[in-house]
């Protein structure tokens, strides 16, 4: 699939980052703790990103009402996910995480347990989600627990609730196997003679301000570059990527956002530079330099920090002034390390795109699929033998309707704008007319919206002309739009045929090809879509494929 965020970043391809190379694996840390009872958000104000700009008094008071809750100990969110403030059993919400991890190359989800914690609730929607796509023929990541604090305890915790034989939330099928067996991270000095020892395959929890161990799996480095660890037998294994690191843990990132401390590494760091976060925030330039650092070194295994932390407790001032605020993992957008993706500040989706540019470095991509031979489309049964054949998740359209993180006051999130769910979708051609076949799950629920499905095409690839890079649309279902000076223009009808859940769109070849008559563009299907914004690709409707990826269809 193709692909360009925002900042005109255009995702390599095939021919720029090479074939397939085996023994390449990425995990990325993730997190259920949102809205947990030991994690509870602050009541009545749980955003800094709102709470900080409009009260920064409440920095040199520490009971000050506009912290919402005036005693310490109560989290918050550094920003708003694209999703709101969601609790960590949302499935709704991990179904469309596991779908992006999915088109991301990502291969296993290291679940944070390192302060005792096993989240079974939040597991099992997890997992269930992670079942589901793979039900549907996906191959979306698989779980590994990370624990630290009373780790053997936490493990033993961990085996009786998932891994052992009749556990109450068993999902073997979820589980991430290293050397034969489902893995598990901790402190393995605290597992001899335990019953699940010989279950696991172990790796060693590393902190960032211990020393350096062999078999350790580090889930943030405070070192520039980064350690690559080794594991027993010598090999080099494993090192760790972040969006931006804390590497002065007394003063915490809260202490760089909020109090000047300068010894923490934000999302503009670079070559020893703290840049200009209001610029700079946007691209990731931390992120990148521990990306291009990585990718010299080759090892098998990338552990990205992170998709999903979100928030962090307020707890008593580290600096002398009881009035301060201490926040340690996450505190405003530049002090924190999240790449799901947020509308605060402007990041948008710009770090998911930018970590599925470096997966595909790492790992490598097979070859776009070509197109077969011209095929005139008269019936639904000439659709069988053309190639190639697209595919879209199934169940996008599910509902959701699931209580907030947030407890005082009660928020509840619903969305009910799925309708049409893309399944299968296919293109064919002949020498005057280029056909369009979308199926759907159930059959086609038609409407007189504009939003009903749509077709974007990016007919010369380019991502700098267009809506996006789109050139064409077929909108309400029956008008072909071009966007010219800056606004959609109709054109010409389209021909539509429906039936059942099939979904035919056609028109003149011309209009799209080359000056030759060749074919290289890429498209999308989307269907009540609520803005006129790419993010909404990612909460709203269905679209197909996910986001801002598109299809590409290249034929001579």
């Given at each position: 699939m193709a692909?360009?965020?925002?900042?005109?970043?255009?995702?390599?391809?095939?021919?720029?980052?090479?074939?397939i190379r085996e023994n390449r694996n990425v995990g990325i840390f993730y997190f259920l703790w949102q809205g947990d009872n030991a994690s509870q958000a602050a009541e009545h104000k749980w955003d800094l990103s709102k709470i900080i700009p409009n009260h920064p008094e409440v920095l040199e008071k520490g009971d000050h009402e506009n912290w919402g809750s005036p005693q310490r100990g109560r989290y918050y969110f550094w920003g708003e996910p694209i999703?709101?403030?969601?609790r960590g059993d949302d499935y709704w919400v991990h179904l469309r995480n596991m779908r992006l991890m999915t088109?991301?190359?990502?291969?296993?989800?290291?679940?944070?347990a390192t302060n005792t914690l096993i989240y079974k609730e939040q597991s099992e929607s997890l997992m269930r989600a992670i079942r589901t796509l793979q039900q549907q023929g996906g191959n979306p990541p698989k779980i590994v627990y990370y624990t630290n604090t009373e780790s053997g305890k936490t493990m033993q915790k961990i085996y009786d609730a998932f891994y052992r034989s009749g556990a109450?939330?068993?999902?073997?099928?979820?589980?991430?196997?290293?050397?034969?067996?489902?893995?598990?991270?901790?402190?393995?000095?605290?597992?001899?003679?335990?019953e699940f020892q010989p279950f696991f395959t172990f790796r060693e929890s590393q902190w960032p301000n211990e020393p350096i161990q062999d078999n350790g799996w580090p889930w943030i480095d405070f070192?520039?570059?980064?350690?690559?660890y080794k594991n027993l037998r010598g090999e080099r294994e494993i090192i760790n990527v972040s969006v931006s690191q804390h590497p002065d843990p007394g003063a915490g990132m809260g202490g760089s956002a909020f109090y000047g401390n300068k010894n923490n590494w934000g999302r503009s760091y670079r070559n020893g530079n703290p840049g200009n976060p209001e610029k700079d925030i946007l691209y990731g330039y931390n992120f990148q330099e521990q990306w291009d650092y990585a990718l010299q070194q080759d090892v098998p295994f990338v552990f990205i920090t992170g998709w999903n932390e979100w928030i962090a407790g307020r707890w008593g001032s580290t600096d002398g002034n009881p009035e301060h605020s201490y926040f340690c993992d996450q505190a405003d957008p530049e002090y924190s390390r999240d790449i799901e993706p947020t509308m605060?500040?402007?990041?948008?989706?710009?770090?998911?795109?930018?970590?599925v540019a470096n997966i595909r470095k790492y790992k490598g991509m097979n070859p776009v699929q070509k197109a077969g031979n011209e095929k005139s489309i008269k019936?639904?049964?000439?659709?069988?033998?053309?190639?190639?054949?697209y595919t879209d998740y199934k169940e996008d359209t599910e509902k959701r309707d699931h209580p907030s993180a947030v407890i005082n006051p009660h928020i509840q999130y619903t969305n009910t704008t799925g309708r049409n769910d893309f399944t299968i979708l296919k293109v064919a051609r002949d020498r005057k007319t280029i056909y369009f076949l979308a199926e759907t799950a159930k059959p086609i629920i038609n409407s007189n919206d504009e939003q009903w499905m749509r077709l974007y095409i990016n007919s010369d690839r380019d991502h700098t002309t267009g809506w996006m890079g789109y050139d064409f649309r077929i909108n309400a279902g029956t008008n072909l739009q071009q966007y010219t000076n800056g606004q959609w223009k109709t054109i010409s009808k389209v021909t539509v045929k429906t039936e059942g859940n099939k979904l035919l769109y056609s028109f003149p070849l011309k209009i799209i090809s080359g000056p030759k008559g060749e074919l290289n563009f890429e498209f999308k299907w989307s269907d009540n879509m609520q803005t006129e914004d790419p993010m909404d690709w990612y909460i709203n409707g269905d679209v197909a494929p996910e986001g801002r990826f598109n299809y590409i269809y290249q034929a001579k």
């Amino acid at each position: 699939m193709a692909g360009c965020d925002e900042l005109g970043r255009i995702l390599p391809g095939p021919e720029d980052v090479g074939d397939i190379r085996e023994n390449r694996n990425v995990g990325i840390f993730y997190f259920l703790w949102q809205g947990d009872n030991a994690s509870q958000a602050a009541e009545h104000k749980w955003d800094l990103s709102k709470i900080i700009p409009n009260h920064p008094e409440v920095l040199e008071k520490g009971d000050h009402e506009n912290w919402g809750s005036p005693q310490r100990g109560r989290y918050y969110f550094w920003g708003e996910p694209i999703y709101g403030y969601y609790r960590g059993d949302d499935y709704w919400v991990h179904l469309r995480n596991m779908r992006l991890m999915t088109d991301a190359q990502v291969d296993f989800l290291i679940i944070d347990a390192t302060n005792t914690l096993i989240y079974k609730e939040q597991s099992e929607s997890l997992m269930r989600a992670i079942r589901t796509l793979q039900q549907q023929g996906g191959n979306p990541p698989k779980i590994v627990y990370y624990t630290n604090t009373e780790s053997g305890k936490t493990m033993q915790k961990i085996y009786d609730a998932f891994y052992r034989s009749g556990a109450p939330i068993r999902y073997p099928e979820t589980w991430y196997y290293l050397e034969g067996k489902p893995l598990i991270i901790g402190r393995t000095k605290e597992v001899d003679g335990k019953e699940f020892q010989p279950f696991f395959t172990f790796r060693e929890s590393q902190w960032p301000n211990e020393p350096i161990q062999d078999n350790g799996w580090p889930w943030i480095d405070f070192t520039r570059p980064q350690h690559v660890y080794k594991n027993l037998r010598g090999e080099r294994e494993i090192i760790n990527v972040s969006v931006s690191q804390h590497p002065d843990p007394g003063a915490g990132m809260g202490g760089s956002a909020f109090y000047g401390n300068k010894n923490n590494w934000g999302r503009s760091y670079r070559n020893g530079n703290p840049g200009n976060p209001e610029k700079d925030i946007l691209y990731g330039y931390n992120f990148q330099e521990q990306w291009d650092y990585a990718l010299q070194q080759d090892v098998p295994f990338v552990f990205i920090t992170g998709w999903n932390e979100w928030i962090a407790g307020r707890w008593g001032s580290t600096d002398g002034n009881p009035e301060h605020s201490y926040f340690c993992d996450q505190a405003d957008p530049e002090y924190s390390r999240d790449i799901e993706p947020t509308m605060t500040a402007g990041l948008k989706d710009n770090y998911y795109m930018q970590m599925v540019a470096n997966i595909r470095k790492y790992k490598g991509m097979n070859p776009v699929q070509k197109a077969g031979n011209e095929k005139s489309i008269k019936g639904w049964n000439d659709w069988e033998e053309v190639t190639p054949v697209y595919t879209d998740y199934k169940e996008d359209t599910e509902k959701r309707d699931h209580p907030s993180a947030v407890i005082n006051p009660h928020i509840q999130y619903t969305n009910t704008t799925g309708r049409n769910d893309f399944t299968i979708l296919k293109v064919a051609r002949d020498r005057k007319t280029i056909y369009f076949l979308a199926e759907t799950a159930k059959p086609i629920i038609n409407s007189n919206d504009e939003q009903w499905m749509r077709l974007y095409i990016n007919s010369d690839r380019d991502h700098t002309t267009g809506w996006m890079g789109y050139d064409f649309r077929i909108n309400a279902g029956t008008n072909l739009q071009q966007y010219t000076n800056g606004q959609w223009k109709t054109i010409s009808k389209v021909t539509v045929k429906t039936e059942g859940n099939k979904l035919l769109y056609s028109f003149p070849l011309k209009i799209i090809s080359g000056p030759k008559g060749e074919l290289n563009f890429e498209f999308k299907w989307s269907d009540n879509m609520q803005t006129e914004d790419p993010m909404d690709w990612y909460i709203n409707g269905d679209v197909a494929p996910e986001g801002r990826f598109n299809y590409i269809y290249q034929a001579k």
